[in-house]
């Protein structure tokens, strides 16, 4: 599915890039001899997409067989409005990289993870983070390891703020639908309404 608005962009949905994907084809290639990685962002910002547990499968087996490396970023995991996917965390050939700035909604502790199962990508991702800071704010990593201690709490209140505010808008997407037109988003806090 592509999304198409007045003013000339065109926005891929995860439903085209995934087709692309299994496709391969030549004269759309998502991937040729030279790709390394591959991201892929779910839930999506900003339309709100999101991969399959299926799909990101799919994708995992499709990078895997042409050793490209697969990088998932969930920052707004698990924050959903339809399907529950899981974690990309669950594939070894996946990296996962996610923080507390939104799902958690603390961006201002500067706090983020990955998740690397291949023990010489970590060492290469330590000393290349070596090279751009010494340490992290001391109150921000406290501050950050009461956000995860109590996960059930934080994510529990982004849902419901994410939840309520969906249904606000879209009631008022289906007010204007004569000037506005939308894919309901599946998981996060941002949608891509287009006129
Ligand atoms: C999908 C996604 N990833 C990462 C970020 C970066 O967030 P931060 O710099 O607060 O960690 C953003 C910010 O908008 C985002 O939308």
Redesign the pocket.
């Known amino acids: 599915m592509t999304l198409r608005f007045g003013h000339g962009l065109v926005a891929p949905t995860h439903d085209a890039a995934y087709r692309a994907t299994r496709a391969a084809s030549p004269e759309c290639p998502l991937a040729d001899s030279k790709t390394k990685l591959i991201l892929v ?1 779910s839930p ?3 339309t709100g997409a999101t991969i399959g547990d299926g799909e990101m499968e799919a994708l995992r087996d499709f990078t895997a067989e042409r050793g490209i490396q697969l990088v998932s ?1 969930e ?2 995991h698990p924050i959903y409005h339809g399907r529950q996917t899981k974690s990309a965390a669950r594939l070894p050939h996946a990296t996962v ?1 996610a ?4 799902a958690f909604s603390i ?1 201002g502790v ?1 706090t ?1 993870w990955m998740i690397e199962h291949d023990a010489q990508r970590r060492q290469q991702y330590w000393t290349a983070r070596a090279y751009f800071s010494v340490c992290n704010t001391t109150t921000g990593e406290i501050l950050s390891e009461i956000a995860i201690r109590k996960r059930d709490v934080v994510l529990g209140k982004t849902q419901e703020a994410a939840t309520q505010n969906l249904k606000l808008l879209e009631r008022f997407m289906a007010d204007h639908r004569d000037v506005l037109g939308w894919i309901p988003p599946q998981g ?1 806090m ?1 949608a891509f309404p287009g006129w």
């Open positions: 962002n999506h910002h900003p970023e920052v707004y990289i923080d507390l700035s939104k961006p500067r983020g996060g941002t």
